[in-house]
């Protein structure tokens, strides 16, 4: 067992094969449009916005924002995540891509993988980590040392304060964040806007129903991570 696999949040642990054969419609069809009100052409629009050519996905789920996004010219694609059924299933969605996977914790310290990137996506997945926002932006640390000068970091997360929430929305948060699978009850927009603002020069926050699209780049200063811990790659 790796270092970053003994680590069992139930946000990730929850990917399995067959919870990931119904993410799609459960989530990009059902729960995008129906519940968080953001329909998934708004997360996909900023896909085809600042997705680059050098990117690479965090949180990949079955990776169908990669599948159906515009790259500009054939893509450099890496895949992150803590879980290996879901990278296997990104991974084989778009092997014409001929995609690196990378085993990684981003709560952790992650070591660069290779050249770094001109955009990262974290889509759908500050709100499934454990804790409160400022100890979840760490994330965005680690990140740091992987994104290429002039580089962006986009992506999209539910939120639980400081947004509209439908009361399916309320009950569905609810039920998740109990069972483990979120952990954003006290996510808020004015945290994750003081978060990225703290680390980026320029930001850009929409909201959708209770989705937070968000658009950085220019990081204020590099923080240099103390301890690396190396990503696995997996092909
Ligand atoms: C809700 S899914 C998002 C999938 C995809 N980005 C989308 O929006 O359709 C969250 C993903 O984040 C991954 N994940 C959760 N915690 C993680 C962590 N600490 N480090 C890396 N990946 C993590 C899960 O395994 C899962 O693939």
């Known amino acids: 067992m790796t270092l970053q696999e003994d680590k069992d949040y139930d946000s990730q642990s929850v990917y399995s094969p067959l919870t990931l054969a119904i993410y799609d419609t459960l989530v990009l069809r059902i729960s995008n449009p129906a519940v968080w009100r953001c329909p998934t052409s708004r997360i996909l629009g900023i896909y085809d916005s600042y997705v680059s050519s050098n990117h690479l996905d965090v949180g990949v789920g079955t990776g169908w924002y990669l599948d159906h996004c515009r ?123 003081a978060e990225l603002t703290e680390r980026f020069d320029k930001v850009d926050i929409t909201v959708v129903g209770c989705v937070a699209l968000f658009v950085a780049s220019a990081p204020r200063s590099f923080r240099p991570v103390l301890q690396q811990v190396p990503a696995q790659k997996t092909t």
């Open 71 to 193: 790259f500009p010219a054939a893509p450099r694609l890496a895949l992150m995540d803590l879980n290996r059924n879901a990278l296997r299933s990104a991974a084989k969605r778009v092997e014409r891509y001929a995609p690196e996977s990378h085993v990684a914790d981003v709560l952790q310290p992650v070591r660069p993988v290779g050249e770094p990137f001109a955009s990262i996506g974290l889509t759908y997945l500050l709100h499934c980590l454990p804790g409160n926002m400022p100890g979840k932006a760490r994330v965005f640390d680690h990140m740091l040392p992987l994104l290429a000068p002039g580089g962006v970091i986009f992506g999209a997360t539910i939120l639980a304060e400081g947004v509209v929430r439908s009361g399916a929305a309320v009950r569905l948060m609810a039920f998740y964040n109990r069972k483990g699978i979120f952990g954003n009850a006290t996510d808020s927009l004015d945290d994750l806007r």
